[in-house]
């Protein structure tokens, strides 16, 4: 059965370094993702790519722990097959133009689409973004949260995702008609599982340890009482970032702009003041870009550590590049399959 699946990747507008603190996020799919074309059948999944070095070769009756696979990319499909585990291997190509360690979700499209692409059932996105999650945990080590593949697989035109990670409803907000979204590229590549990710997962965990009560629970003036300031800060972004999360979703329903501009601007303070996760470089985008006509604010988006400042801006507003992408919010993932493949090509 020849097939073509698609994962797009996301940009997160607000709410980073909350998902895996039972908090709020609120991102959308964008126009870059990864692309899987090939035929199902046999007991391997054998992929090559455009995109990554060397090929990924996988038994379907498991083996060699995925974190210990070359190449590199290899240990996301050997993860994601091992959670599918799908009767049928498959033989294909991975096509991406997102591109890599820039705060996009690229690994999260990879997996997504392996697993579309596997005919992992999509009926219920958010078990399968939870496979996807543990094969990403799986392969790298990295503790990510489920933002990333939630969105991925549920996302719709038009709207952005407020995901509640504690409860994992999904909620849709309509984006403006007379707003536009902006990926400016810093240039910077990050590695997430070299950066400290991890340690600030951890903090905010010893922080919610110290408070007794979910961070998402806590208040701004709870958090003052801590005495490490360190943990302080840390837990204090998760507070405040949650809070602006609904603020700037009620903004965007309201068509309040400029309100959820300022919210972009405070969100960036507080991950680069609080959460220490941004760079010179993203703060001088950041300021850059503030001061173009059209913008209502920019922040950093995702993991930080460098990656991409989002902006929120008029259509066709000037921006400066970078700029790897720029739009509305796109749809979620898709298969489509045929009777047999016609020997798809890249593209
Ligand atoms: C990465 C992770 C997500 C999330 C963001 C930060 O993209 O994959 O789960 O934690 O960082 O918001």
Known sequence: ???????????????DHTDYMGGLVLP????LGTEITGDRGGNWVMLGSDRFDGVAEVPLAGGAEPSGIEPRWARYVAAVVDEVAPDDGLVGMVHSTLPADSGLASSAALLVAVACALGAERSDPVALAKACQRAEHRAVGVPVGIMDQLVSLAASEGTVLRI????????????????????????EHRELSGSAYAERRSQCEEAEGLLG??????????????????????????????RR?????????????????????????????????????LDEIVATV???RGVYGARVTGAGFGGCVVVLCRPKARIPGPVVWRGRPQGGASLVTT?????????
Do not use: K
């Not at 059965?1 to 709410?15: C, D, T």
């Open 213 to 242: 009560r979910p961070l998402r629970e806590v208040t701004a003036v709870e958090v003052e009482g801590l005495d490490d300031p360190v943990l302080a800060r840390r837990a204090r972004h998760v507070v405040t970032e949650n």
């Open 1 to 15: 059965m020849g097939l073509r699946a698609f994962a797009p990747g996301r940009v997160n507008l607000i709410g």
């Open 245 to 281: 999360v609904d603020a700037f979703a009620h903004a965007l329903a309201a068509g309040q702009l400029a309100y959820a501009g300022e919210l972009l601007v405070a969100s960036h303070a507080s991950l680069r003041d609080d959460f220490e996760v941004s760079t010179p470089v």
């Open 164 to 187: 509640d990670c504690d409860s994992l409803d999904v909620d849709r907000v309509p984006f403006p008609e007379d707003a536009e979204i902006v990926v400016i590229h810093s240039g």
């Open 339 to 347: 009777a047999s493949n016609n020997g798809s090509t890249p593209g």
């Open 290 to 292: 503030r001061g173009v």
């Open 28 to 31: 959308m799919a964008i126009g």
